[in-house]
DNA sequence: AGCACGCCGACT
DNA sequence: GTCGGCGTGCTC
């Protein structure tokens, strides 16, 4: 039998299946499994994605060496939607492939020096070991060990490694009868005290075993070496036994059957779902509901009924550490039956998680974008949180958007997805529209709660609380009233740091990066100058760097900045602030919550991390400080940006019995996206916003591919793209539009510039054709240090 | 992506 | 005559 493989080796040349013989002890090779195999001198990793009887291949076919895992980790259905999807998004496959998994099940490969005579393994480089080449500078060592190889000393060995650790635990079993071990505790020195206490320990609850280890250890204050002497001795015998690491075990869940009833509205738009789900139909609904209106209700419904039906369920929200109540929500309901899957976990915990959902011990899978790939079988139903979000589309290779693939797999399994928001993406909310999804409206609160009443404050004319320009006295005026009535208030400002650039009053000098065309942002926690896009740091300037003069200025404004503002304006009120800064550590993020959720603050203020899905019952104002960050980016999806930000943080005030109030600072009151953001009416933004689009001839109205042309020389990048947009437009025509190309808008970024073209197009049939043609010689242009890349349906042109 | 092969100039 | 620089081509 032959297997068809894709390896390891991310290019565009072996881009394609190999076909390897498969030896006779190696039966158990199924399409899905990891192997190892010899490509060329090396050996990698690589996926099995056929087998056949056959080859057309006229060279002698190698043989497949190892076959990884007991379960082949991919399903026969991932591996026919990574070829798909690779030809969609124009990626690799086998970058597809690696993605589908966790990362600890990547190869890590090693070159080693193995020694071959005697008299070479007692040479002082080897130490007894194989030398590893990676990790060989020295030039003396180099010219030796070519000595080695060339004198048949020593070879080179090629090792494909495996990082995935399965967390092991020791469990302890007994081996007497417990008239044996009262026998042992008889005859026991009267010095050794404490394994008299185990001894002890075991003839009293004789029936607690076998026991494990750490608990041994814990209860009777034992060290683990009175353990070992246990073993040695014969009285107990240790064993190793796999476990998952629980990243959910800080929640207990209740379990309880809580059933919440369903208003009308739920009621409809779950049984449009459920009969879908029992129908087995591969349909696509748009479920929109204002915020509070118990999406989230519905899809724990849907996700019932998916269940009751024998089928599993898959459900992505954005980013989840983002929203742990959503986890305990769903965890809560269905209990150990459900995964997780997101960024917040270790390694080992996502990859146990993984595990657990391709051995079909999950039902229900919770998880960020990539968890779209989770080896579920059975899918029953897909639903996508918050679908409008920019982060289910990929920002780097492979760039796959989390709804399209749910789309494919929903196709395969024929399943329903369930696409919910508050403001749904102008895409999908367009095909809604077309009759292509089925459009499922939630109008009405569940709890009845009126909407929070929002008020701008139009920064042109309002006067400012302090000596700064960034809070407003009637922002002020509100919170030291919120605070005074114990109440909690939430403010988000889109940018961290203190000052966002250095200017010198002198001369105009603005500090910037010396890597990216961006200016240094002032971190006074650090005291340093940061770049946010490479992450270059240089102490803080006392003079002009250019004319040595000492008129500088710390301009713009971050989140420290405005921490230390209120510190100043509202020196009673304790403050949390919450961005990129403050959560880098594991689990900081979910302290910081918890601890404004216990009241331990009075205020968060945040990035944007804050605006989604949090859910405090006494938060009453919600305060924007700047809602005109977004909009100035010059992007074609930046007011409808705008909008869902200004939308999803006004619905964190007011989510329990007490009202809540929601001010936004701008200096554009009279901006469309701001205005409808404030009377929170999306049906309004939806068909202005629609008018704009098709004006602009931007999506949904046209198609767009992003091809980004990078290098180190700037002249090159730009010369390059010229090349490329004159094929474009060779092949391409009218009403096709080609724009560029033009510098990024941050024109370097890590040395390199960044030179892009937009296709924008309605029906081009040659397009992917010539856009795989340009991939193809990309290859050639790499080797001129020039990168380019391809991105269909770009969230960001910039 | 690596790795080898092969061609060419530079050095023992 | 041998070493090492880089361009070219292949990996079942």
Redesign the pocket.
Known sequence: MIAQVSVD???K??DRV????IPQELTDVAVGSRVV??????KVQGFVVGISKTTS?T?K??DLLVVVDELPPLTPELITLSKTLADKIFAYRITILQSMLPRVMRANYR?ILVPITEEAKKLKIFKGEPLDLNEVSNLNTI?EI?KLIKNNQAKIE?LVENKAKKKQIAIYLLTKTKAEYQQILKGLRKTAKKQQVLLDNIVKNYHEYPKLGSKIVSELDVSSSVLRAAVKKGWLVKKEQEMYRDPLKDFEPRKKKIQIKLNSEQTHALNSIGKSIQKREAKTFLLEGITGSGKTEVYLHAISIALEQKRNALMLVPEISLTPQMVKQVKERFGDNVAVLHSGLSEGEKYDEWRRIRRGEAQVVVGARSAIFAPLKNIGLIVIDEEHESSYKQNDTPRYHARDVALLRSKFHKCPVVLGSATPSLASRARAQKGRYELLLLTKRANQKALPKVDLIDLKTVEFAGAQFDLSIPLVDAIKEKIAKKEQVILLLNRRGFASFMLCRNCGFVLKCPNCDISLTLHKDTQQMQCHYCGHKEPIPRRCPNCQSEKIRFLGTGTQKVQEELENLLPEAKILRMDVDTTRRKGSYKKILDSFGDHQADILLGTQMIAKGLDFPNVTLVGVINADTALSLPDFNSSEKTFDLLTQVSGRAGRAEKTGRVMIQTYNPDNYAIKLAQSQDYESFYQKEMRVRFQGNYPPFFYTTLITITSKNEQSAAKEAFVIKRKLMRHLHAPTIILGPTPSSVAKIKNQYYYQILVKYKHEPKLHDLLHQIQDDA?LA?KRGLNIYIDNEPERIM
């Open positions: 080796v991310a290019a040349q072996t190999f076909e390897y013989h195999v010899p490509f060329g001198r090396r291949y060279g076919l190698k070159k010219i070519k090629y290859q790499q």
